[in-house]
């Protein structure tokens, strides 16, 4: 006769009776079938309660010949009995207790609290990864917008940097003073004008230079001459990869030809780029 044992849930605290059979079967490998808990029955093994003892102990005790004859007649009047009795017999209750608490391969077991564990993983990845990808793309439509803010400038140009996209600086050619300005004849050339101007930029941010469009008159106050000059011909080749600094002048030098001999008088604008 099986030895029945008695073990008892860490989780819930339910007990199970169950046999040493099924602890060696499934390397001592319980689940409760109250929480469905996966535990080590051989180490939670409890001890029979005095009743089940007493069971126990009727049932070991020696049969006497008398009553094995009263068996053996019985069991010759009742064949149709022997054989439900024998089919009973094979519905061993340790069977019904592996299926409900030890149930499946040990790997099956533990691939279910392994499943429970990989599962937020595999989610947080997702979401990391998920959110990357959003943010690139805000980086990637918006660069301009974005690094119009101090704190996200250098993170935007370093993404842009990866993504392919371009960030415009930031321009309000209004906050662009103009100092000191003059038109002078060229010192060397005939029919030249020497063109000079210092700006300043009153912005709280660097910005890009700006355009400048010189316009000259003759005395009559009519246009004789206009052209836009970009940064690159009245600064210096040092100065034109770099933008204009909050409150730091900057002077521009300019030769432009004179188309009249007697100009009356010259404009300067600046232009946004």
């Known amino acids: 006769m099986k030895k029945t044992l008695r073990t008892l849930c860490p989780a819930c605290g339910t007990t199970f009776a169950l046999t040493s059979a099924q602890l060696k079967a499934r390397k001592g490998l319980v689940r409760c079938g109250h929480c469905s808990e996966v535990f080590r029955g051989d180490r939670h093994l409890v001890d029979a309660s005095p009743s089940e003892k007493k069971t126990q102990k009727r049932d070991t005790t020696k049969q006497t010949p008398k009553s094995k004859q009263k068996k053996a007649l019985k069991q010759k ?10 089919r009973r017999g094979d519905d061993d209750p340790g069977s019904s207790l592996e299926e409900e608490f030890v149930s ?39 660069p301009t917008e974005l690094a119009r803010y101090p704190q996200l400038a250098p993170l935007v140009t370093r993404v842009c940097a990866s993504l392919g996209c371009e960030v ?25 004008l020497r063109v000079r101007a210092a700006l300043v930029n009153r912005a709280e941010f660097p910005q890009p230079f ?14 004789v001459a206009r052209r836009t000059f970009s940064p690159t011909e009245y600064l210096k080749s040092a100065d034109v990869d770099d933008n204009m600094v ?11 030809s004179n188309p009249d001999p007697k ?5 300067i604008r600046l232009l946004g780029r």
């Open 104 to 142: 499946g391969d040990v790997a099956q077991l533990l691939s279910g609290k392994r499943r429970w564990r990989v599962a937020p993983l595999v989610w947080l990845i997702g979401t990391v990864a998920l959110s990357v990808v959003l943010v690139g793309q805000i980086v990637y439509f918006y």
């Open 168 to 192: 415009q600086a930031k321009q309000d050619v209004g906050l662009i003073e103009l100092l000191r300005t003059t038109v002078a004849p060229h010192p060397k050339q005939e029919q030249a």
């Open 77 to 86: 009047e009742s064949p149709t009995k022997r054989v439900n009795s024998a």
């Open 210 to 223: 700006p355009l400048m469009e010189i316009t000259l008159t003759n005395s009559a106050g009519e246009v």
């Open 263 to 267: 100009p009356g008088g010259y404009e």
């Open 246 to 256: 909050p409150n730091v002048v900057v002077d521009s030098l300019l030769d432009i």
